[in-house]
């Protein structure tokens, strides 16, 4: 274990990505505007390789009943709730999960069998009441963004749409070069206060969990206790610098939950029937796989995920005209670009650029400018040399659509 390694929360602050308020409360990290492009682009990224899939968006209010949750059987199974009393005294909660409204919007009107793969996809905030001294920084929150989607289906549509899932997995964890072990999380057959639903269907389910794993091309194995207590699940495990394990993607089956809240279908034969509900994540919480990234590249982000991918430097203020040209070729090929025109010496500003990890500053000078060019340096120190600014485009453009 390198010992030279920053903590994303020091990292989160020099790079501005993050702040934590006392006034706003523990656990709850306000998001900067650098810090918000990060979320973005990783938001981006996970539409674009689900797009072909057809789910559909949704949103949900981030307060409900708590007779809801009761009715989910998530009341019971997880006391970490923050509890609102409305005026007249009726009991709410802050979301904790998703299902139960994703449920309701499926179960507000008649659904045929023709109808199914029907998936609800949202970004979207859910609340855990954490005691104050496990929070930390990103990676234990109070307020945590899931890219949750729940795909309701009949049981001969679970392996495809399971396969989708695992797809975007894949390309998603690749991207940002992590290393991926599974974990098939079954259920403790010896404590079974903590499921729901007969023996007979999680076997079945099971069974689903463990067909959809000879796909799985990582390192596999049984985690006996590791199931949700609605359903088995298959966990998408990766490994930080410092070597700690974090489940971050999830696939999970659902039997239960959906006829507890008599969420049903008309079959090909008339009868009624409940569909499979498929809880599924990619980043999981974005918050805490903000704070593993930040870590991981200890702020030293590809180019692609960078909330400043260019610098430029214009050497002295004659320079600023045409810095100014540079800039807004840039950003008019959308590449997240500053100009720094402050009034100290080259030398500094290269410095501050390459604290602030930015992958490349641009020094623009009077022969840069004769010539048409810009001079290429890189946050590790290296010369690039010149380069004609649309090369020089082409170039980042071409490193941010193949994620380097
Ligand atoms: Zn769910």
Redesign the pocket.
């Known amino acids: 274990m390198n010992n030279n390694l920053k903590d994303h929360r020091q990292i989160g602050q020099e790079l501005d990505l993050f702040v934590v308020s006392e006034r706003v409360g523990g656990g709850l990290p306000l998001f900067t505007p650098k810090g918000t492009i990060i979320r973005k682009v990783i938001h981006d990224f996970i539409e674009q390789l689900q797009k072909e899939f057809g789910y559909s968006d949704v949103w949900i209010p981030h307060l409900a009943k708590a007779e809801l949750y009761k009715l989910s059987g998530h009341l019971e199974k997880y006391p970490e709730y923050f509890k609102v009393k409305s005026s007249i005294g009726d009991e709410f909660v802050l979301k904790p999960?998703?299902?139960p409204h994703?449920m309701e919007i499926f179960r507000a009107k008649p659904r045929s069998y023709k109808d199914l793969p029907i998936a609800y996809n949202e970004f979207t905030t859910n609340y855990r009441d954490e005691q104050s001294g496990e929070l930390n920084g990103l990676l234990r929150v109070r307020a945590l963004t899931i890219d949750?989607c729940?795909i309701f289906c009949r049981e001969d549509q679970i392996l495809e749409e399971a396969r989708k899932v695992y797809k975007t997995i894949v390309s998603f964890y690749k991207a940002f070069n992590f290393e991926i072990s599974v974990r098939l999380s079954f259920k403790d057959p010896k404590n079974k206060e903590k499921y729901i639903g007969l023996d007979k269907t999680w076997e079945k389910a099971e069974n689903a969990i463990r067909e959809l794993a000879k796909d799985v091309e990582f390192e596999k194995r049984d985690g006996i206790g590791e199931a949700a207590f609605y359903g088995p699940k298959l966990d998408f495990m990766i490994k930080d610098v410092l070597e700690r394990e974090w489940q971050l993607a999830t696939i999970?089956l659902?039997y239960f939950?959906p006829e507890r809240l008599g969420v049903e279908y008309v079959d090909s034969d008339g009868s009624k029937k409940t569909p499979v509900?498929i809880?599924r994540a990619i980043a999981g919480s974005i918050e805490r796989f903000i704070g593993i990234l930040i870590e991981q590249y200890q702020g030293a982000f590809l180019t692609w995920l960078s909330p400043v991918q260019v610098i430029i430097v214009p050497i002295s203020d004659r320079n600023l005209k045409y810095a100014r040209n540079v800039f807004d070729q840039l950003l008019t090929s959308k590449i997240r670009v500053e100009i720094d025109s402050r009034a100290e010496t080259m030398q500094s500003k290269i410095r501050d650029a390459t604290l602030q990890k930015i992958p490349y500053i641009l020094i623009i000078g009077g022969r840069e400018e004769k010539e048409g060019k810009v001079a290429i340096r890189t946050r590790e120190g290296k010369d690039l040399g010149t380069q004609k600014i649309d090369e020089f485009i082409a170039k980042v453009k071409s490193e941010i659509e193949s994620k380097i």
């Open positions: 999960m998703d299902c994703h949750d729940h999970q659902d939950i509900v809880h």
